[in-house]
């Protein structure tokens, strides 16, 4: 654990979010958005820990730009812009809901004051499902519901979803408890209350990572999978971070042979089960055995 390398990935994340919930997005494509939130990560010494997500309304989220995607931010979206920076490989995950109706005002607070409160309960020794609780808790109150399968997560060096979540609902049973110096991030997602309340994978796959290293005999794949390797470790990547070496086409079509042959995984999208809109927020910290640390506060 290298505490000082996960401040300055968090010192990171929360001023590119910052600068991202500040900004009036309508009019600009998901490709700009997630290249300049991800050149600005590495204009401050970070390394984009996972490409950028802009999952749009319904979509709650593994959403990133195809290469040249030309999707418009429009008046009525509810975008989640989700941020990842690693500094050696330790993360810090954060995350906004930016929208421009007042509309979906209330459902953004629900988001964010569900973090708050869980927030402010965590350290060490502190009961996950009690996180749990007080986060439905308080998105029940809003008159929301919570995303049930999506939730919080323990992270470690160069692994973002390291074992252990953290509910956004109340569940019954064994539990496990935060340990001191270890990462979690927390992420409440919240629909509205003609939502299913829960996800479902969709169609469009656009986050990658490698799943094994093992040559597949065509050359042409075992190059693209071992400069993949070189870039990106265990980390997700986008095909986006990879067409100054590839033409868009060939890069889909060698893309397409590893996924078939188990060495790539492509996470699919995740969709609110009745298609209402979801908004999302989330931190990362670290409690000690004296103080917690939100590192992207
Ligand atoms: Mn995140
Ligand atoms: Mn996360």
Not at 147 to 172: E, M
Not at 242 to 265: G, Q
Not at 286 to 295: E, G
Request: charged share 25%.
């Amino acid at each position: 654990m290298n505490f000082e390398c996960y401040l300055q990935a968090g010192k990171i994340a929360a001023q590119v979010r910052e600068g991202a919930r500040r900004k009036y997005y309508v009019g600009s494509t998901l490709f700009e958005i997630c290249e300049s939130v991800e050149a600005q990560i590495r204009s401050m010494n970070g390394q984009p820990a996972f490409p950028v997500n802009t999952s749009l309304n319904e979509i709650a989220a593994h959403y990133t730009a195809e290469p040249n995607d030309a999707t418009v931010v429009k008046e009525g979206d509810v975008l989640k812009i989700d941020i990842g920076v690693h500094v050696d490989g330790y993360i810090a995950d954060t995350a906004v809901t930016v929208c421009y109706d007042a509309k979906y005002e209330s459902l953004v607070k629900a988001a964010e004051t569900a973090l708050g409160e869980a927030v402010r309960m965590a350290r060490a020794n502190t009961k996950a499902s009690d996180i749990g609780r007080v986060i439905e808790g308080t998105i029940v109150k809003f008159g929301f519901r919570p995303i049930q399968n999506l939730s919080g997560h323990s992270l470690k060096q160069y692994t973002i979803h390291a074992g252990k979540s953290i509910p956004n609902i109340w569940t019954i049973g064994s539990s496990f408890t935060l340990l001191a110096n270890e990462a979690y991030a927390i992420e409440p997602f919240v629909t509205t209350k003609d939502g299913q309340g829960v996800v479902h994978e969709g169609k469009t796959r656009n986050i990658f990572g490698i799943t094994s290293r093992k040559p597949i005999k065509d050359k042409e794949a075992d190059n693209l999978l071992e400069l993949m390797w070189t870039r990106f470790r265990t980390l997700p990547f986008a095909l986006r971070w990879l067409t100054d070496k590839y033409e868009e086409k060939d890069l889909r079509r060698l893309v397409d042979i590893l996924a078939k042959k188990r060495n790539v995984h492509a996470y699919p999208i995740l969709v609110e089960g009745r298609g209402k809109i979801v908004a999302q927020a989330e931190h990362t910290l670290i409690p000690t055995d004296s103080v917690v640390n939100v590192i992207t506060l």
